[in-house]
């Protein structure tokens, strides 16, 4: 079923307009006003959004609204229309929904802070990205809006660019989102070359007469850009770096948009990927990879951002190992929760950032839990949720994934999971006890710790509410209200026979692993019974292993950035240089020497300028008299 | 030979040597009485030719107004110097008169061989007598063919006036001064137009109030007033070498 | 050559023209040069008017006054820079006025 509308590009274009608006007349007319036009505008897009998912959900009905052809060649068309189906219309509720919260937040957080428009007028830019790229039919929008995704991160994290690392963190997230986007992009260009449309429904249509070869050279691209937008293991470095950009937008990047657009985009190609059994096995081993390491990494730091933020590359994997394993609704489920209660953490941890100054280190935090009771509770929300704490959020998604990758063939990877859950409760609560109990490690009459003001607050209690509730959706597992909802489009997605006991048996042995990481949190950090020290010093390498991100930024800075730069120097110096700039000037300085000799005809001398004219009369009509009169003929 | 080439060969001749006068004469207001010489007959030869109205205007314009502009401007400037009272150059004559003999030689035999032969227009003597003379004949032709023509003329002349106002303005002072000290530093107060009563005093300081040292290979002047060196045309001469 | 025709004009024409040209070649007197330029467009008068004569036309007569017209602006523009170069470089001589090369 399936109805045109003609109301769903205000979906997009309210934040547009915001955008523009703020950022054209932001700096000398709207100053300090922008989020007058920004949050409402948001606003406006996510009850636009909450219409839509109405219809779609409620009615299973496929809305659609063409828009205008951007491209027409020949046979080659590319018309642009925005389209909802029941995935769409999840994903939009997390986007809009997610980045109003934010922008609200940002409000309070970004107050005073002389870009203010500025950052007004990114944030829009990057929900409607965000929701363009959600809403797009064919595969080339979706990467037009992939690309604008990346373009406005680098913009957002490179927000306050005088600060030397915030540049280079947003060159280094928008450098290598590049190599995921050059993967991504040769994968829609193989896919129009094999296909020759570029249409989602006509494209999934066309898989089953491609041999399997082609398939799996297609999913592989295709996941390449996945693994870079939404951090997977070789390509996850930028994520964490990216804390350098103002917390709001973390929260954005994080929880709402652009790492979801990797998971977003498998999920909504999964009929390629279920077509090519190899790049299901590899995207699933390379999910369950990506949330064992990141988890552990997360364990080690004491930045409270970088714990949250290896969190999501943890979370992350959690998705892909569940889109892996052909589990597509409870990769969207946990896409659905995580976005919640990571949103959550994030404007949390920023609300602790606030009141701390600025201080992000958790071992010069403390005993926040007297000054901050809301915001502790919020954040202890949401740790659970993150955790996988029952009845919370996490719980029943991330319960669902393990469930799903135990019967989809993959036991090991799902205890890979489960042991990424047990770091995932150890590092949560670890930088909770860390930043809320104890005593205080800092002077508490310098600064005075405080619950953040209402537009910071209320979002925070809404996201709670959210990051406690949101699991319900999906109970009972595999027959909850989101499975319903999604059902049509992964209607060709394989079914497993999960029996009552298993379910039940993996929820214990995640809880009873999940309560573990709590306990040991607890030992070490609350009643001192564990040193930390001692078991860093008892394991030795392997923390160093975690500690140092296992090593995989040393790795590609000595092995890739740094034969790059010399490679790019040499060719400076001695091609650019040398070659291009030598032959460039080279013909000017030849052009130049010649002119040197004719320049001695120029005397100046009047009277051989008229010399030369008369010598010109003669010769024409000499000319003349030879040729053109009848002189001598 | 008819009378009529008779008297047209001669007023030709006498045209001729005007003009030969023009070239050869050292003086040029002797040059200018040649080019007097050669529009007059130029100016009958158009009666010849029944251009009676262009006759006149040669007359008034050429032989009138023009010459008497050369010979005021040649007053003007220094009619005891002229470089042709300093010599020739040699090569450049034996060059003019090759090119000049050369395309003589070429456009003779081009008008010799001609065999160009054009449609008669309809403007015969009886026509023109009917219309009532060539002047007015030529007034019709000219302001109804050649409107736009006779417009843009008028223009040109007036842009011509502006132009030659322009160029003949004297110019301000402070104008020369700069002029002059783009190629010559003037010195202000040098200490010898102090002891030496034959050499000219200081200036007074220039109006930008800069004062650019000597040196540089430049030629330093030394002037009494500010007023002195401007109005002195030829401030060459104190050129110090 | 008997009868007046349209050839004894440009034949005078030629060599007005031609002695003009020779001047301008050979002068360094710029107010000389001037007086030549003169003749030679007074030449191309000639011509003109001896065509219009032949062929019973008044649109070399037109010409003619329109070369006229211009040559008294030429005038005029003329003589003005001479004024001015006199003033400033203080000579007539073509061949000290080299400012061209610059």
Known sequence: MERTVDWLVVIPLAPLLAAIANFLFGKWWIRDRAHWLAVPAVGFSFLASVAAAWTVLGHHQLLRQPLYTWISAGEFQVPVELVIDELTAIMLLVVTGVSFLVHVYSIGYMHHDPGYYRFFAWLPLFVFSMVMLVLASNFLVLFVFWEAVGLCSYLLIGFWFRRRSAAEAAKKAFVVNRIGDFGFALGIMLLFTKVGTLEYQAVFEAIPRLSSGTVTTIALLLFTGAIGKSAQLPLFVWLPDAMEGPTPVSALIHAATMVTAGIFMVARAHPIFLASPLALWIVAVIGALTSFVAATIATTQFDIKRVVAYSTVSQLGYMALALGVGAWIPAIFHLFTHAFFKALLFLGSGAVMHAMHDELDMRRMGGLKRWMPLTYWTLVIGAAANAGIAPLAGFWSKDEILVSAWVGGAPLLALLGLAAAFFTALYMFRAVFLTFHGQPRFDPHQLHPHDPPATMAVPLVVLAIGAATTGFLGVPPEAGWIHHALEPVFESAAHHEVTLSLTLGLAIASTLVAFAGLWIAYAAYVRGTLSPAAVAARLGPFYRLAANGWYFDFIYQRYVVRPLDAAATWLWRSVDVGIIDGAVNGSARIVASTAQLWRRLQTGLVANYALMIALGTVVLVGAYLVFGSTLFR | MSLQVLIFSLLAGVSILGALGVVIARNPVHSAIGLVLSFLNVAAIYLIARAEFLAVVQVIVYAGAVIVLVVFVTMLVHPDDLPEFHGRRPLRVATGLLLGGALLLEVAAAILTRNLSGVPGPWTDQTISLIGGNTRALGQTLYSDYMLAIQLTALLLLAATIGAIVLARPEAVSERVMAARRTLTISLAHPRGLDQPELPPALPLPPDGQVKPAGGGRSIVLARSASEFTEQPAWGEWRTP | ?102
Request: hydrophobic residues 60%.
């Open chain 3, 1 to 102: 050559m008997s009868e007046l025709s349209a050839t004894h004009f440009l034949l005078l024409s030629a060599a007005l023209f031609i002695i003009g040209m020779v001047g301008v070649l050979t002068r360094r007197n710029v107010l000389v040069i001037f007086m030549c330029i003169e003749l030679m467009l007074n030449a191309v008068n000639v011509s003109l008017i001896g065509f219009a004569w032949e062929l019973h036309q008044l649109t070399g007569q037109v010409f003619a006054l329109f070369v006229i017209a211009i040559a008294a602006a030429e005038a005029v523009v003329g003589l003005g820079i001479v004024m001015a170069l006199t003033r400033r470089a203080d000579t007539v001589d073509i061949d000290e006025l080299r400012q061209l090369r610059e």
